[in-house]
C-alpha cells in the first residue's frame, strides 16, 4: 500500500524538492552532493567558514501534525501510517511522532519535511549592492538526508544568524540540531561529510576518504582474512575483491591515490601474515612463491593459477586499488526533475555517460547499447548497470554478429543449444 502512495507522492517531493537536496531522490548520489560542495568551495573567493548540521533523531521525531497539515495525500491513510505503532517482544509500542519505521515512504517524507530550508537561506541572504560594491554572504545550502552542510562569509554569521533559524526552521517541524554533531569549523581545518574529508590546502581543495572510513575498511578486510584462515586462496580472493572494488569506486572521484596505495599496502602486509600462518614450517621463499606470481610482467600479484579443459593458462587475481584512477564525475542539475519530460533527455543522455564508464570507454560496445534500444535482444528487457550482461556472438551467413544480452538470459540460452546438440 505504501508502495502506491509512494508513486503517487514522489513526483509531487521531486517537484517541490530542495535543488541541492540529494538523499534518497531518484538519480542522485552522494557525489552529486560532494560535487557540489566542490563547486561552492573552490573558487579563489569562496567561503571560507562552514556549519556541519546534523539533526537529532530525524525519523523518530518528525511533528505527526505538521505532517497531516503539510503532505498532500490522503489524510486519513496517513495518520493511520504514523499512529500505527511497532511490535517488539510481543508488546505494541504506539508511536506519537516519527516516521513509520522501516517504510518505504518514510525517506520522501523526512525530505518533504526538511524542504524549504535552501529557499529561506536563499531569501534572507540575497546579494546586496552598498556603496557600489557587490556584497555577497555567501551562504550555500548542501544536504544529503539528515546532514547538511551550510557555508558563510563569517564565523558570526552562522553562530548568530543562521544557525538559530535553522534551528527554528525544525523546531516547527518537531525537530533539534544535534548540539554534539552540529559544529562550526574552518576550510582549512576541513570537514567529514558522506565519508570524506573535504579541507582546503594552499588555495586548493581536496575531497580525500575521511580516515575513520579508511580504518574501517581495512578492519573489515582482517576481519574476512580471520574468518577464513583456513579456506582456499581462490575463495578468500573471492570474498575480497567485491570489497575492494566497491570501496575504490566510491572514493575513485576524490582525491584517493595515497590513501589507495596505503590501503594496498596494509592488505599485502594481512596476507602475508595469512599465508604464513597456513604453513609455518615453510620459509618465507616458499610462502611467497605459493601464493604471489609475476603475472604480465607485474610482480608480487596475489594470484591463483590454473589451467582451462583447452590448456589455456589462466589466474584468479587480487584486485588492487592503486589500479583504480581518479575519475571526473558529471554532477546532476540542481533542477533535473526525473519525472518532467522536458528532462527526459537530459537523463538518457546522463545514463549514456555512466553505461560509458561502466564499459570502460569501449564505445563499440556503447554503440551495440543504442542499436539494441539499450534492451536485451532475448528477453527485450532493459540492459542497464545494475544487471549483469554479456556479449553474445552468433555467425550469419558467415559474419559474426554481436548482441548485448543479460548473464541469465546467455546462460539460459547456451543451455538450449547444448541441449538441442
Known sequence: MQALY?????????????PHSYGFRKERK????????????????????????????????????????????????LRKWLKCGFVFNGELFPTEEGTPQGGIISPSLANMTLDGLQKLLAEKYKRKFINYKTFH?????????????????????LEKEIKPLVAEFLA??????????????????GFDF??????KFKKRLYTSPFKNAQKRFLN????????????????????LNPMITGWGNYYRYGA?????????????????????RRHPKKTKTWVADKYWHTIRGRKWQFAVLYKRANGDKCNHMLKRLSDIHYTEYCQIKGSANPFDPEDKQYFEKRETQHMLETLK?????????????????ICDKPIDRSIPWNVSETIVNGKIQRHLVHNKCYKRNKKIKQLEV
Not at 6 to 18: G, I, Y
Not at 47 to 71: A, M, T, V, Y
Not at 194 to 199: E, K, W
Open 256 to 276: 584517493s591515490t595515497n590513501a589507495f596505495h596505503r590501503a594496498d599496502n596494509q592488505i599485502f602486509l594481512a596476507l602475508k601474515k595469512w599465508a604464513l
Open 6 to 18: 509512494l508513486m503517487a507522492l514522489e513526483p509531487v517531493a521531486e517537484t517541490t524538492a530542495d
Open 137 to 157: 554572504y555567501k551562504v550555500n545550502l548542501v544536504r544529503y538526508a539528515d546532514d547538511f552542510i551550510i557555508t558563510a562569509r563569517s564565523r558570526e554569521l
Open 361 to 377: 570507454g569501449r564505445k563499440s560496445l556503447l554503440y551495440l547499447w543504442n542499436k539494441q534500444n539499450r534492451t536485451c535482444r
Open 194 to 199: 558522506l565519508g570524506f574529508n573535504i579541507r
Open 30 to 77: 552522494t557525489m552529486d552532493a560532494i560535487r557540489q560542495l566542490h563547486t561552492v568551495l573552490n573558487r579563489q573567493h569562496s567561503p571560507e567558514w562552514i556549519l556541519e548540521g546534523d539533526i537529532k533523531g530525524c525519523f523518530d521525531h518528525i511533528s505527526h501534525e505538521w505532517l497531516q497539515n503539510n503532505i498532500p495525500m490522503d489524510k486519513v491513510m
Open 172 to 189: 516547527e517541524r518537531g525537530l533539534t540540531l544535534s548540539e554534539e554533531k552540529t559544529v562550526i569549523t574552518h576550510i582549512n581545518d
Open 220 to 239: 573489515n578486510v582482517r576481519t574476512i582474512m580471520k574468518r577464513h584462515k583456513m579456506c582456499k586462496q581462490v575463495s578468500l580472493i573471492r570474498l
